[in-house]
């Protein structure tokens, strides 16, 4: 039966460094597990936050009837009762270790997966650790959710060169972590207005081109973190969402938007072209011709509207918005975390290589436009303060 939750090797080397009673057994020494420590044991069991997977549940339970009842002796269930089967199969191969032995690793067990979920939490607090160190982010992961917080208030939460950098890290982070869910959501009154337009005002000795070059190789890598991304992501948008905010959320799995949120990609009015795909999810997800409206000619949704057309999955009242939306997150992540991360990769599997070619190909066509007059003069008039959107 596969695992459904696996140790990594570190983290095992850790908890068993942080607790004293694996040590012993592994090291031979003698302990016996009283049967007060066993019924504690068996209520501290029921306090535990995460499924610890079907196989450590099975070995839990084959321990319990061990220390119990003694060895399995009862006939071997039928080929079609899989459940029982599976019981009987764990308790069997404990043999004929005494009642005691299994009492003592029962305890142990229990101990082991109690602990393995305090010191992860405190860890996460700690000055080494990537999470905390994010400049333009706050990463955290509770609840098995890890939430990327796009934290540049004071600027709208604008994407700047290293908040692209930031969250492609924190991306493959949350890739590769134990959370079930990835969250993006902002802070303050935005979700996030964009690239940040300064982006393109920072031009080095080497001039425009290379500056368009290095740009059109960061929106390439950043884009295809989204498009690769092995687990449910979930956007929560807070707030209104301009250009790539926007164009990006055919990306994600799941969108949820307060009703005060606003969805603009204005890219005609910027000289500019579509970015993050929508040139192909927009016009998939909604038709051609409402597509249109947003990437040639600047409309901006309101969350109502954006719901019709298929970008976002449910629009939630503003004052209750973080309420209800993160209670559905939480029921959630309690789902199996790789039967949701296989049925993602089912869904979004088949297009993978037509997203990356229409990423591809929409980076060549911005690095083109970057280096036009009409988006040289857009972005000119904006710190100028002679246009907003
Ligand atoms: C590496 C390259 C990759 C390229 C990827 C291609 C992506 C394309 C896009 O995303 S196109 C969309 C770009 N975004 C915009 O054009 C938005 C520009 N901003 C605005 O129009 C307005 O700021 C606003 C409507 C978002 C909000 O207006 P308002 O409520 O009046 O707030 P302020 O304008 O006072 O904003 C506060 C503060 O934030 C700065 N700021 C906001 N957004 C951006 C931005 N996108 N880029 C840079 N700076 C931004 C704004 O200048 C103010 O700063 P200040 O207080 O004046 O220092």
Redo the contacts with the bound molecule.
């Keep these: 039966m596969a695992s459904l939750f696996k140790l990594g090797r570190s983290r095992t080397i850790r908890l068993i460094q942080s607790f004293p009673a694996v040590k012993l057994h592994l090291t031979g020494a003698v302990m016996r597990a009283t049967e007060v420590e066993f019924d504690k044991a068996k209520e501290h069991l029921k306090t535990l936050k995460n499924d610890p997977g079907n196989d450590t549940k099975l070995r839990i339970y084959a321990l319990f009837k061990q220390a119990t009842q003694g060895s399995c002796s009862s006939p071997k269930p039928g080929m079609l009762d899989f459940v029982n089967k599976a019981k009987w199969e764990a308790w069997n191969s404990l043999g004929n270790i005494s009642k005691e032995d299994a009492r003592q690793k029962y305890v142990d067990l229990v101990g082991t997966l109690i602990s393995s979920e305090a010191p992860i939490q405190k860890e996460a607090t700690t000055a080494g650790d990537p999470k905390s160190s994010y400049q333009t982010l706050q990463v955290t992961t509770e609840n098995n959710i890890t939430t990327i917080l796009l934290n540049r208030p004071?600027?709208?939460n604008?994407?700047s060169?290293k908040m692209?950098e930031e969250i492609m890290q924190a991306l493959e982070q949350a890739g590769k972590d134990d959370s079930v869910l990835t969250v993006m959501t902002g802070s303050g009154d935005?979700y996030c207005?964009?690239?940040?337009?300064?982006?393109?005002t920072q031009v080095g000795a080497e001039g425009v081109e290379k500056l368009a070059r290095d740009?059109g190789e960061?929106?390439t890598r950043?884009v295809s973190h989204f498009i690769d991304f092995p687990k449910p992501l979930i956007a929560v948008v807070n707030g209104?969402a301009?250009?790539?905010?926007v164009t990006g959320l055919g990306l994600f799995d799941v969108v949820y938007a307060t009703d005060r949120a606003t969805f603009h990609?204005?890219?005609s009015q910027?000289g500019?072209s579509p970015?993050g795909c929508s040139s192909y999810t927009f016009p998939k997800m909604m038709g051609t011709a409402k597509a249109n409206e947003i990437l040639l000619f600047n409309k901006k949704l309101t969350a109502a509207q954006a719901c019709d057309l298929g970008l976002v999955t449910e629009v939630f009242p503003d004052n209750t918005f973080q309420q209800e939306v993160w209670k559905k997150l939480r029921a959630y992540a309690k789902l199996p975390k790789d039967s949701l991360r296989y049925s993602k990769q089912l869904i979004r599997g088949m297009e993978k290589e037509k997203l990356h070619a229409v990423n591809a190909q929409e980076c060549v066509r911005?690095q083109e436009r970057w280096l036009s007059e009409e988006c040289m003069n857009a972005i000119m008039s904006?710190f100028q303060n002679k246009?907003?959107?």
């Design positions: 004071e600027k709208k604008a994407i060169r692209y935005y207005s964009g690239n940040d337009l300064s982006n393109f740009s960061l929106l950043y209104p301009v250009g790539i905010a990609a204005p890219f910027l500019q970015e911005l904006f246009s907003k959107l």
